[in-house]
C-alpha cells in the first residue's frame, strides 16, 4: 500500500471497526504525533479513488490532553480492543494491556510552556524551541503575565519576530512550579530576533569593545537582524559571500577591534609614506647619508594599487 510521508495509524473513538490510515491534512505541516496521543482527523475524498464517494482519513493537529507542551500521551488509551483489520507486529502499536506505549525513538522531558502574550501567533515544539510572532507591548500592561517579554520597545504593535532554539529556561524541568518559562539571548543555544523597532536589554557583545559609535543592542531601537549562537557558520558553497554595509563594518576580536573604513586609510597613508621613502622623496636617514630609491618601491606601489581599488 502507497502510504506518503506522516502517514499514521489510528482508531477511532466509539467506533469498533479496527484500525484506519490518516494522512497530513496540510502537505506543508505535519505534526508527527505519538503513539497514545489524540488527534483531530476527519473524512475526506480520497485524491486516488476511481469513483465518486471514495473518503479517506485526514489528521490535522495531536489534541492537547493535558496541557503539557512535550507530549500529550493518554497511556492507555490503545488497550481498547479493535475488530477487523490486519496488522502486523509493527513497533509503533506494540504494547501490553495496562503498559505504557513503545515510542519509535520519542523520550519524554519535562519542558516548560514557553510565554505567550496577547496576541501573539506562537508555534512552540516539544523540545522547548520556538517560533514566535509578537509585537511591542507597553510596560504598564505587563503586570498580569508571570514572564515578561526579553524585548521592549515604545511604540506598541510595532512586529517582532523570534526563532530560538533550545530557550534554556524551558529545558530546566521544573515546569509545574515555573508554569511559563521565557527565552534569554544569554543562554539559549542559539536564535535569530527580527525586529522593528525593539531594544533587547539582556544581551552583552561577546567583546566588550566593539567599534567607534556602536549603540548597544539596549539602546538600537531600528530594524535589525540579531543571530546569536556559541558559533556562528556562513559558507558560500559556490558563490562570494557579500557584507555591505552603509555605514561601516566592525571586527572584534579577544586582540583586535577593527573599523574596517578607518583600517584602510590608515593602511594607505602608511603605504603613501613608505612610496615615499622608496622614491626618494623621503630620504631613509643612515649613516653613510641619505639614501636613494629603495628596491621595494615596485612591491610598495602594487600593494597601493590594490589598496586603490578597494577605496569606495
Not at 490532553?65 to 500529550?72: L, P, Y
Not at 555605514?247 to 603613501?272: C, G, H, N, R
Request: with cysteine; net charge neutral; charged share 25%.
Amino acid at each position: 500500500m502507497d502510504l506518503p510521508p506522516g502517514t499514521i495509524r489510528i482508531r477511532i473513538a466509539g467506533e469498533s471497526a479496527g484500525e484506519h490510515y490518516a494522512y497530513p491534512a496540510d502537505p506543508n505541516r505535519m505534526p508527527i504525533p505519538l503513539y497514545g496521543e489524540q488527534v483531530l482527523c476527519f473524512s475526506q475524498p480520497d485524491g486516488k479513488a476511481t469513483q465518486s464517494g471514495e473518503n479517506k482519513w485526514y489528521y490535522s493537529q495531536v489534541v492537547n490532553t493535558h496541557g503539557n507542551v512535550n507530549n500529550a500521551i493518554l497511556p492507555f488509551l490503545q488497550d481498547k480492543g479493535t475488530v477487523g483489520g490486519k496488522y502486523g507486529a509493527n513497533a509503533i502499536i506494540k504494547t501490553s494491556a495496562g503498559g505504557s506505549p513503545e515510542q519509535l525513538s520519542f523520550t519524554e522531558q519535562d519542558i516548560t510552556f514557553i510565554q505567550p502574550f496577547q496576541g501573539d501567533v506562537n508555534l512552540p515544539d516539544r523540545f522547548g524551541s520556538i517560533l514566535r510572532f509578537s509585537s511591542t507591548h507597553a510596560k504598564g500592561d505587563l503586570a498580569p503575565y508571570l514572564q515578561k517579554p526579553f524585548w521592549d520597545g515604545a511604540k506598541k504593535g510595532d512586529p517582532f519576530v523570534s526563532l530560538t532554539c533550545g530557550v534554556k529556561d524551558a529545558r530546566s524541568g521544573k515546569s509545574v512550579d515555573k508554569y511559563y518559562a521565557i527565552e534569554n539571548p544569554e543562554e539559549d543555544s542559539s536564535f535569530i530576533y527580527l525586529t522593528s523597532s525593539q531594544k533587547i536589554p539582556k544581551f552583552k557583545f561577546a567583546q566588550d569593545n566593539v567599534g567607534v559609535d556602536v549603540l548597544k543592542l539596549s539602546k538600537y531601537d531600528k530594524g535589525q537582524v540579531i543571530i546569536g549562537a556559541d558559533r556562528l557558520v556562513f559558507n558560500a558553497r559556490k558563490d562570494e559571500l557579500v557584507l555591505v554595509s552603509k555605514k561601516d563594518v566592525k571586527i572584534a576580536t579577544p586582540a583586535w577591534q577593527a573599523d574596517m573604513d578607518e583600517l584602510f586609510t590608515q593602511l594607505e597613508a602608511w603605504l603613501l609614506i613608505h612610496i615615499d621613502m622608496a622614491q626618494g622623496k623621503m630620504p631613509y636617514a643612515t649613516p653613510a647619508g641619505p639614501t636613494g630609491p629603495s628596491l621595494a618601491l615596485p612591491q610598495l606601489k602594487k600593494v597601493h594599487e590594490a589598496i586603490k581599488k578597494m577605496k569606495q
